[in-house]
């Protein structure tokens, strides 16, 4: 009876040893928060750190064009967080009339932790603001014009130059040049004209999304 005593304070002992050198296991925690401030290249989104777990080396958000997204997506890297709470990626460099996927992330090394996977659509892009050059070195079958490229948009301006017809307000459909793609100030030369005859000439360019903006329209009469 003694020994049996004996043998059940031993065990409990033992136990009572094991849990007090047992930690509890602490996970790394973090959730998705809202996104704000939507433009048309850029945009900013909140997360929160729940729990540090055993340390964590980096956070930020991470998202892409399609579902599912992970570390290896795009993403911010906002380094060690000082404690658990609140944080906001800034997203930059984004396309215009685009749907994102989105997700707050923690790290350890080579264990990660993710928040809920949540998506936005950027601001579809606008016009491109351009304005016309006054006509100048008018001859009888030349003429000297350009624009100035004040914005793109929101996306890439892909074509610019000047489009000329003997009616108001001509359009890409019309006659033009090809001037390059840079934002300010270009020059192009009308060509080709007819001599003793009244044209129309406005800038243009042409963004990424397809959109074209015109400057004011310009009007003159070759020699």
């Known amino acids: 009876m003694f020994n049996r ?3 059940l304070l031993f065990l409990l002992s033992g136990l009572i040893f094991f849990s007090e050198c047992t930690k509890p296991v602490k996970e790394m925690m973090v959730s998705t928060g809202v996104v704000t401030d939507i433009q048309i290249n850029s945009a900013e989104v909140t997360g929160l750190i729940i729990d540090l777990g055993e340390g964590i080396t980096e956070h930020g958000h991470c998202y892409a064009k399609s579902p599912n997204v992970s570390y290896t997506s795009l993403k911010t890297s906002l380094g060690v967080p000082g404690d658990t709470g609140l944080f906001i990626s800034e997203l930059h460099d984004l396309a215009g009339g685009t749907t994102y996927y989105i997700k707050a992330y923690v790290k ?4 990660y932790a993710y928040g809920k996977e949540k998506y936005f659509s950027t601001n579809e892009p606008s016009l491109p603001v351009i304005s016309t050059t006054k006509i100048s ?5 030349t003429a000297l014009s350009g624009g100035n490229i004040s914005s793109d948009g929101g996306a890439p301006v892909t074509a610019s130059g000047v489009c000329w017809a003997t009616k108001a307000n001509p ?3 019309n006659s033009i040049t090809t001037d390059g793609t840079s934002f300010g100030s270009f020059s192009s030369i009308l060509t080709g004209l007819s001599a003793n005859t009244k044209y129309h ?3 243009y360019a042409t963004n990424s999304a397809g ?3 015109y ?3 310009e009007s003159f009469t070759t020699l």
């Not at 350890?108 to 264990?111: A, Q, R, V």
């Not at 070195?137 to 079958?141: L, S, V, W, Y």
């Open 5 to 7: 005593k004996l043998i």
């Open 108 to 111: 350890n090394g080579n264990e």
């Open 137 to 141: 070195e008018i001859t009888q079958t």
């Open 171 to 173: 359009t890409i459909d």
């Open 201 to 203: 000439v406005r800038a």
């Open 211 to 213: 959109k074209t903006g």
């Open 215 to 217: 400057g004011d329209n």
